[in-house]
Protein backbone atom coordinates (compact mmCIF):
# COMPACT_ATOMS: atom_id res chain seq x y z
CA UNK A 1 0.00 0.00 0.00
CA UNK A 2 1.53 3.69 -0.72
CA UNK A 3 1.41 5.97 2.07
CA UNK A 4 -0.91 8.56 0.85
CA UNK A 5 -3.37 5.51 0.82
CA UNK A 6 -2.20 4.31 4.16
CA UNK A 7 -2.58 7.62 5.53
CA UNK A 8 -5.92 8.08 4.59
CA UNK A 9 -7.14 4.69 5.54
CA UNK A 10 -5.74 4.59 8.84
CA UNK A 11 -7.12 8.38 9.15
CA UNK A 12 -10.71 6.58 8.19
CA UNK A 13 -10.27 3.78 11.00
CA UNK A 14 -9.39 6.15 14.02
CA UNK A 15 -12.31 8.68 13.10
CA UNK A 16 -14.95 5.90 12.97
CA UNK A 17 -13.50 4.65 16.27
CA UNK A 18 -13.82 7.73 17.61
CA UNK A 19 -10.34 8.92 18.27
CA UNK A 20 -10.55 12.55 18.82
CA UNK A 21 -7.52 13.80 16.03
CA UNK A 22 -7.59 10.80 13.81
CA UNK A 23 -4.75 12.64 11.20
CA UNK A 24 -2.57 13.72 13.71
CA UNK A 25 -2.65 10.04 15.30
CA UNK A 26 -2.54 8.10 11.81
CA UNK A 27 0.20 10.56 10.96
CA UNK A 28 1.88 9.32 14.63
CA UNK A 29 1.31 6.06 13.42
CA UNK A 30 2.50 5.75 10.05
CA UNK A 31 5.71 8.12 10.87
CA UNK A 32 6.59 5.47 13.33
CA UNK A 33 6.73 2.95 11.23
CA UNK A 34 8.46 4.47 8.33
CA UNK A 35 11.29 6.15 10.74
CA UNK A 36 10.17 9.78 10.09
CA UNK A 37 8.61 12.84 11.46
CA UNK A 38 5.00 13.66 11.06
CA UNK A 39 6.42 16.76 8.27
CA UNK A 40 8.54 14.06 6.82
CA UNK A 41 5.79 11.79 6.08
CA UNK A 42 5.18 14.32 2.78
CA UNK A 43 8.41 14.12 1.24
CA UNK A 44 7.38 10.57 -0.43
CA UNK A 45 3.84 10.02 -0.25
CA UNK A 46 4.16 7.26 -2.93
CA UNK A 47 6.16 5.42 -0.57
CA UNK A 48 5.47 1.43 -0.26
CA UNK A 49 4.03 0.67 3.53
CA UNK A 50 4.64 -2.38 4.63
CA UNK A 51 1.62 -4.27 7.15
CA UNK A 52 3.52 -3.13 10.29
CA UNK A 53 1.23 -0.44 10.95
CA UNK A 54 -1.68 -2.66 11.30
CA UNK A 55 -0.98 -4.33 14.66
CA UNK A 56 -0.60 -0.68 16.36
CA UNK A 57 -3.44 0.75 14.33
CA UNK A 58 -5.72 -1.94 15.65
CA UNK A 59 -4.17 -0.74 19.11
CA UNK A 60 -5.10 2.91 19.22
CA UNK A 61 -8.80 1.57 17.37
CA UNK A 62 -9.42 -0.03 20.84
CA UNK A 63 -8.68 3.34 22.14
CA UNK A 64 -5.32 2.22 23.79
CA UNK A 65 -3.77 5.81 24.32
CA UNK A 66 -1.55 6.69 21.37
CA UNK A 67 2.16 7.31 23.63
CA UNK A 68 1.45 3.33 24.94
CA UNK A 69 0.99 2.11 21.03
CA UNK A 70 4.63 3.96 20.07
CA UNK A 71 5.91 3.08 23.57
CA UNK A 72 7.38 6.57 24.11
CA UNK A 73 6.38 10.30 24.47
CA UNK A 74 7.32 13.76 24.30
CA UNK A 75 7.37 15.85 27.66
CA UNK A 76 9.45 19.37 27.40
CA UNK A 77 13.08 18.64 26.52
CA UNK A 78 12.58 14.57 27.07
CA UNK A 79 11.88 11.49 25.27
CA UNK A 80 9.90 9.62 27.90
CA UNK A 81 9.34 5.34 27.65
CA UNK A 82 5.63 5.12 28.12
CA UNK A 83 3.18 2.24 28.51
CA UNK A 84 0.86 0.72 31.03
CA UNK A 85 2.41 1.20 34.25
CA UNK A 86 2.10 5.12 34.39
CA UNK A 87 0.40 7.72 33.26
CA UNK A 88 0.84 9.26 30.04
CA UNK A 89 3.07 12.27 30.45
CA UNK A 90 0.12 15.26 29.60
CA UNK A 91 0.77 18.99 28.38
CA UNK A 92 -0.82 20.27 31.23
CA UNK A 93 1.71 18.34 33.34
CA UNK A 94 4.56 20.83 31.93
CA UNK A 95 2.82 23.70 33.27
CA UNK A 96 3.59 21.78 36.78
CA UNK A 97 7.36 21.89 35.89
CA UNK A 98 7.07 25.91 34.99
CA UNK A 99 5.73 26.77 38.24
CA UNK A 100 8.61 24.56 39.80
CA UNK A 101 11.68 25.81 38.19
CA UNK A 102 10.14 29.49 38.53
CA UNK A 103 9.73 29.23 42.59
CA UNK A 104 13.35 27.52 42.53
CA UNK A 105 15.19 30.06 40.56
CA UNK A 106 16.56 31.89 43.33
CA UNK A 107 16.72 28.51 45.50
CA UNK A 108 20.90 26.83 45.19
CA UNK A 109 21.14 23.02 44.83
CA UNK A 110 17.64 22.71 45.72
CA UNK A 111 16.13 19.44 47.36
CA UNK A 112 13.14 18.27 45.60
CA UNK A 113 10.41 15.69 46.41
CA UNK A 114 8.13 14.34 43.81
CA UNK A 115 5.17 12.46 44.74
CA UNK A 116 3.77 9.82 42.76
CA UNK A 117 6.24 9.66 40.20
CA UNK A 118 5.06 7.43 37.95
CA UNK A 119 6.69 7.54 34.41
CA UNK A 120 9.53 9.77 35.98
CA UNK A 121 8.23 13.05 33.98
CA UNK A 122 8.27 15.56 36.34
CA UNK A 123 11.15 14.65 38.44
CA UNK A 124 13.25 13.57 35.19
CA UNK A 125 12.12 17.13 33.24
CA UNK A 126 13.15 19.31 36.62
CA UNK A 127 16.62 17.21 37.13
CA UNK A 128 17.06 18.15 33.32
CA UNK A 129 16.56 21.97 33.60
CA UNK A 130 17.80 22.21 37.18
CA UNK A 131 21.05 19.32 37.29
CA UNK A 132 21.86 21.20 40.43
CA UNK A 133 18.68 20.03 42.33
CA UNK A 134 18.58 16.60 44.04
CA UNK A 135 15.64 15.36 42.97
CA UNK A 136 14.13 12.60 44.50
CA UNK A 137 10.81 10.61 43.10
CA UNK A 138 8.37 8.27 45.61
CA UNK A 139 5.75 5.94 44.20
CA UNK A 140 3.51 2.93 45.58
CA UNK A 141 3.43 1.08 42.59
CA UNK A 142 7.06 -0.56 41.93
CA UNK A 143 5.65 -0.81 38.39
CA UNK A 144 6.00 2.23 37.74
CA UNK A 145 9.24 2.99 40.04
CA UNK A 146 10.32 0.33 36.94
CA UNK A 147 9.36 2.20 34.30
CA UNK A 148 10.69 5.90 36.25
CA UNK A 149 14.20 3.82 36.68
CA UNK A 150 14.56 2.96 32.42
CA UNK A 151 13.91 6.78 31.58
CA UNK A 152 16.53 7.96 34.09
CA UNK A 153 19.05 5.51 33.03
CA UNK A 154 18.03 5.98 29.21
CA UNK A 155 18.93 10.11 29.58
CA UNK A 156 21.45 9.80 31.92
CA UNK A 157 19.61 11.52 34.52
CA UNK A 158 20.53 11.29 38.16
CA UNK A 159 17.25 11.26 40.06
CA UNK A 160 17.08 8.66 43.24
CA UNK A 161 13.43 6.82 43.13
CA UNK A 162 12.17 4.61 45.69
CA UNK A 163 9.23 3.28 46.99
CA UNK A 164 7.13 5.57 49.27
CA UNK A 165 4.08 7.52 50.11
CA UNK A 166 2.76 10.55 50.84
CA UNK A 167 4.58 10.66 54.45
CA UNK A 168 8.07 11.28 51.87
CA UNK A 169 6.70 14.54 52.34
CA UNK A 170 7.52 15.00 56.16
CA UNK A 171 11.74 14.53 55.92
CA UNK A 172 12.52 18.15 54.80
CA UNK A 173 12.74 19.81 51.54
CA UNK A 174 13.07 22.77 49.36
CA UNK A 175 10.47 21.51 47.46
CA UNK A 176 7.79 18.75 47.45
CA UNK A 177 5.48 18.23 43.72
CA UNK A 178 2.89 15.84 43.10
CA UNK A 179 0.44 15.20 40.46
CA UNK A 180 -1.52 12.80 42.57
CA UNK A 181 -5.08 11.14 41.76
CA UNK A 182 -7.88 13.42 41.30
CA UNK A 183 -10.58 12.18 38.92
CA UNK A 184 -13.95 10.83 41.22
CA UNK A 185 -14.89 7.91 38.62
CA UNK A 186 -13.62 6.91 35.22
CA UNK A 187 -17.74 6.77 34.65
CA UNK A 188 -18.30 8.99 31.39
CA UNK A 189 -14.84 9.72 30.41
CA UNK A 190 -12.22 9.07 27.47
CA UNK A 191 -11.96 5.72 26.77
CA UNK A 192 -8.25 5.52 26.93
CA UNK A 193 -7.86 6.14 30.63
CA UNK A 194 -9.21 2.77 31.04
CA UNK A 195 -5.77 1.36 29.65
CA UNK A 196 -3.70 3.81 32.28
CA UNK A 197 -2.98 2.66 36.33
CA UNK A 198 -6.70 2.98 38.07
CA UNK A 199 -4.85 3.92 41.47
CA UNK A 200 -2.97 6.71 39.56
CA UNK A 201 -5.85 8.47 38.40
CA UNK A 202 -8.76 7.59 40.98
CA UNK A 203 -8.68 9.35 44.32
CA UNK A 204 -9.36 12.58 46.39
CA UNK A 205 -7.91 14.25 49.43
CA UNK A 206 -4.61 13.60 48.63
CA UNK A 207 -4.18 17.00 47.91
CA UNK A 208 -4.59 18.24 51.10
CA UNK A 209 -2.90 15.05 52.77
CA UNK A 210 0.88 16.11 51.29
CA UNK A 211 0.74 19.58 51.77
CA UNK A 212 -0.39 18.47 55.68
CA UNK A 213 2.40 15.84 55.56
CA UNK A 214 5.00 18.37 53.78
CA UNK A 215 7.98 19.30 55.63
CA UNK A 216 8.63 21.70 52.82
CA UNK A 217 9.02 25.63 51.72
CA UNK A 218 7.24 25.28 48.82
CA UNK A 219 4.70 22.81 47.49
CA UNK A 220 2.96 22.35 44.28
CA UNK A 221 0.13 20.17 42.79
CA UNK A 222 -1.62 19.47 39.72
CA UNK A 223 -5.19 19.39 40.14
CA UNK A 224 -8.02 18.74 38.21
CA UNK A 225 -10.73 21.06 36.71
CA UNK A 226 -12.86 22.70 38.84
CA UNK A 227 -10.62 21.91 41.56
CA UNK A 228 -8.08 24.44 41.98
CA UNK A 229 -10.44 27.09 44.43
CA UNK A 230 -10.73 24.24 46.93
CA UNK A 231 -7.13 23.05 47.25
CA UNK A 232 -6.04 26.89 47.15
CA UNK A 233 -7.85 27.05 50.17
CA UNK A 234 -6.74 23.42 51.87
CA UNK A 235 -3.42 24.87 51.08
CA UNK A 236 -4.64 27.92 52.91
CA UNK A 237 -5.90 26.09 56.07
CA UNK A 238 -2.74 24.36 56.22
CA UNK A 239 -0.65 27.30 57.09
CA UNK A 240 0.53 28.01 53.27
CA UNK A 241 0.82 31.75 52.35
CA UNK A 242 1.05 33.06 48.64
CA UNK A 243 -1.31 30.66 47.57
CA UNK A 244 -1.30 30.75 43.38
CA UNK A 245 -3.78 29.28 40.82
CA UNK A 246 -1.97 29.08 37.19
CA UNK A 247 -4.14 27.70 34.28
CA UNK A 248 -3.13 25.59 31.78
CA UNK A 249 -2.80 26.65 27.50
CA UNK A 250 -6.54 25.50 27.67
CA UNK A 251 -7.27 27.93 30.24
CA UNK A 252 -8.58 25.33 32.89
CA UNK A 253 -7.16 26.54 36.51
CA UNK A 254 -4.46 23.25 37.05
CA UNK A 255 -1.66 23.85 39.22
CA UNK A 256 -1.80 25.03 42.75
CA UNK A 257 0.97 26.69 44.64
CA UNK A 258 1.97 27.65 48.12
CA UNK A 259 4.82 28.55 50.43
CA UNK A 260 5.87 28.59 53.99
Not at 5 to 19: F, I, S, W
Not at 156 to 161: K, N, S
Not at 245 to 259: C, F, H, K, N, S
Amino acid sequence: MRLRDALHDAERRLGAAGVETPRVDAELLLAHVVGTTRSGLYADLDLDVDGSVEPLLRRREAREPLAYVLGEWGFRRLTLRTDARALVPRPETEIVVDRCLALLRDVPSPRVLDVGVGSGAIALALKDERPDAQVVGVDVSTAALALARENAVALGLDVELREGDVASAGDGWDLVVSNPPYVDTLRGLQPELGFEPEQAIVGAGLHEEIARAADARLVVFEVGAGQAQGVARALEACGYGDVRITPDLAGIDRVVEGRR
